[in-house]
């Protein structure tokens, strides 16, 4: 079965066909794992735990807003845990859960076929950037 042939097949049809909150759902939690800094993480913290200044200092680019912002959702999904430990000053930790756990291997496979295929990409979009800078009239 070539690639072409999955993808033709009636099973994204079907996961795709819902009610509009199922649907509205579904949607968001594809929004959330395919973001890039949930997928950076949660492979970071299946290694885990870490401290959010760990997190923010493996995660180069990555906002103390951003990062505060995406682990809250992380862990409203249930795919990271907060812990908090009573000392002082207070410690915090991030881990990845269970379920956080059994994204490891999907976005595992999506990052390295991102690395796998990085250059073609580039040359892809250095060769659309052309054609379009050439078909633009000039101004």
Known sequence: MTSHDVMSEPRMQHICAVDDQQAEVFRSILARVGDKWS??????????????????????????????????????????????YAEIPPRVEYRATRLGSTLVGPVMAIAEWASTHQAEIVAFRDQYDHEQGEARPVR
């Open 39 to 84: 997928m950076m993480l949660i492979g970071m913290l299946q290694q885990g735990p870490y401290r959010f200044t760990e997190l923010r200092r493996m995660t180069p680019g990555i906002s103390a807003r951003m990062l505060t912002f995406t682990l809250r959702q992380l862990e409203r999904d249930g795919l990271v845990e907060r812990t908090v």
